[in-house]
């Protein structure tokens, strides 16, 4: 034992309470203080509280809409079919295990459709694109095509509308043959897209291949993802299968780049101005909360209290101020975007709770910006001249 009776992991114990009972009343003052600023000066609160609820509801709306609009949109792209091709150089055949490896690449980013392409001969002697691939794939990849019945059976095909005049006038079963070998064909259904579907007879893969002997040569993927992660796929479908030649569908690409792009910069637009907006209010507010009470301040520096001491309880605040609009706004901001995307969207926006830090921390910077020029004006407070009544 020391002189004092107390051993000394004791005294350091003590010390330590003492410690903390002498800070929890300068902490208890500091949130008295931010209490008692905002129910004296209630109307100056309020519209400052406002304005930051009106900010960050419209953030959280905006935000909510664009990443849910954005991930509609990418899967409303995918039903207009690839948006990258996988052929073999100079139309030669790909390897038999292309379609495996395509398939394990993708890895459930996207759907994947293989075709064989040849020109065949009618018993007439035209010649006619004829074109082999799995309709269960096709179906999924190309729900654009506007198809009267998908092939169910065997020996069945689907006949382009300009290529019915050419193979079966009179929709009755025909044949087509190709280096010498012949297959007997019905008529299941026919497509129209506008494009080069339309002069084509489709096959089912089995079908075209024991026929032919021809193996496919291009395989159309539908992925999904950015355009950074649609290049990425593009790269490891390359590395993969190096003998093919991999390249994008410039027109589903590009349009999708523009329609995302136009989508986000209106709705960024629309939430930086109502935000700009909101600070503009909420400077306003700050400078007059400033005016108002340079007699406290005043009062408060001639007890002792430091510029930064000040400084810091006015910025705190300015925090609590755009915290507090923040959290209100994020929960009017969810239900704005639900309204939003029921009436023009025709569609539930789904909640996203990861966007409460950014409208939290924006939220709280927006204030704090505010807060910089009032501030300023703060440290310019002289005691003496204040009480005078100067």
Request: charged content about 15%.
């Amino acid at each position: 034992m020391n002189a004092g009776g107390l051993h000394p992991m004791e005294r350091h114990s003590a010390r330590g309470v003492a410690a903390g009972r002498a800070q929890s009343p300068h902490t208890s003052m500091f949130v008295r203080m931010l209490v008692r600023a905002a129910v004296l000066r209630r109307g100056r609160a309020v519209s400052a509280l406002f304005a930051m609820v009106v900010a960050a509801a419209v953030a959280t709306a905006m935000l909510n809409l664009y990443i849910d609009v954005q991930a509609k949109l990418r899967r409303e792209f995918r039903n207009y079919g690839a948006n990258i091709i996988l052929a073999g150089r100079d139309g030669a055949s790909l390897p038999a295990d292309a379609l495996s490896h395509v398939e394990s690449v993708v890895a459930g980013r996207g759907l994947v459709a293989p075709f064989g392409l040849l020109v065949a001969r009618t018993s007439d002697g035209q010649p006619i694109v004829v074109a082999g691939t799995d309709f269960e794939r096709v179906r999924q990849i190309d729900r654009w095509w506007s198809v009267s019945q998908w092939p169910s059976a065997p020996q069945q095909a689907l006949v382009g509308v300009r290529a019915v005049s050419v193979v079966s006038p009179r929709n009755q079963p025909f044949d087509l043959s190709f280096q010498g070998h012949t297959i007997h064909l019905t008529s299941a259904g026919t497509v129209q897209t506008g494009a080069a579907e339309d002069s084509r007879v489709y096959l089912s893969l089995p079908d075209f291949v024991l026929w032919t002997g021809v193996q496919p040569s291009t395989i159309e993927v539908a992925a999904t993802g950015s355009p950074e992660e649609i290049a990425a796929i593009m790269h490891q479908l390359q590395e993969a299968i190096p003998v093919a030649e991999v390249r994008p569908v410039r027109q589903i690409m590009e349009g999708e780049a523009r329609v995302l792009g136009k989508t986000r910069a209106t709705l960024l637009a629309a939430a930086a101005l109502i935000i700009l907006t909101a600070a503009l209010c909420v400077l306003s507010t700050l400078m007059g909360w400033v005016f108002d009470r340079r007699r406290d301040f005043a009062i408060m520096k001639a007890l002792g209290a430091s510029d930064r001491l000040l400084n810091s309880f006015f910025a705190a605040e300015a925090a609590a101020l755009g915290a507090t609009g923040a959290v209100i706004g994020f929960v009017l901001g969810i239900g704005i975007a639900a309204w939003i995307g029921r009436v023009n969207f025709h569609a539930p926006v789904v909640p996203r709770f990861g966007v409460l830090p950014l409208v939290l921390a924006g939220s709280i910077l927006v204030t704090l910006l505010s807060a910089i020029l009032p501030i300023s004006l703060l440290r310019r407070v002289q005691p003496a001249v204040i009480l005078r009544g100067e």
